[in-house]
Nanobody, 120 residues
Framework: QVQLVASGGGLVQPGGSLRLSCTVSGSGYSFYAMGWYRQTPGKRRDLVAAITSGGSTNYADSVKGRFTISRDNAKNTVYLQMNSLKPEDSAVYYC??????????????WGQGTQVTVSS
């Protein structure tokens, strides 16, 4: 079974930084896109940032210039460096991966979510 474990959330003051990590447990995996989404109560889950297997990135307009997504394929891990945080960045952040190999597990998977709260 494919398990994603996200960490790094917490409480931070406006203007501060956090780094989220999401690791897929197991070995022998390869991935297409990996990404981060966020959701606040009563709203849909929206894409924050994504990175392809080739390293191309895509960001929501609201986080461009402040957030950076990266991945370490050897560690099955995707990161989200969040700088200059604003109260409106407060949400539950979810990691998401498109698993390519092994073929028998190919599909889209979600992590459990990690809370980010930006408040003074």
């Amino acid at each position: 079974q494919v398990q994603l474990v996200a960490s790094g959330g917490g409480l931070v003051q406006p203007g501060g930084s956090l780094r989220l990590s999401c690791t897929v447990s197991g070995s022998g995996y390869s991935f297409y896109a990996m990404g981060w989404y966020r959701q606040t109560p009563g709203k849909r889950r929206d894409l924050v940032a994504a990175i392809t297997s080739g390293g191309s990135t895509n960001y929501a307009d609201s986080v461009k210039g402040r957030f950076t997504i990266s991945r370490d394929n050897a560690k099955n891990t995707v990161y989200l460096q969040m700088n200059s945080l604003k109260p409106e960045d407060s949400a539950v952040y979810y990691c998401n991966v498109d698993l390519a190999q092994p073929v028998g597990l190919r599909g889209n998977y979600w992590g459990q979510g990690t809370q980010v709260t930006v408040s003074s």
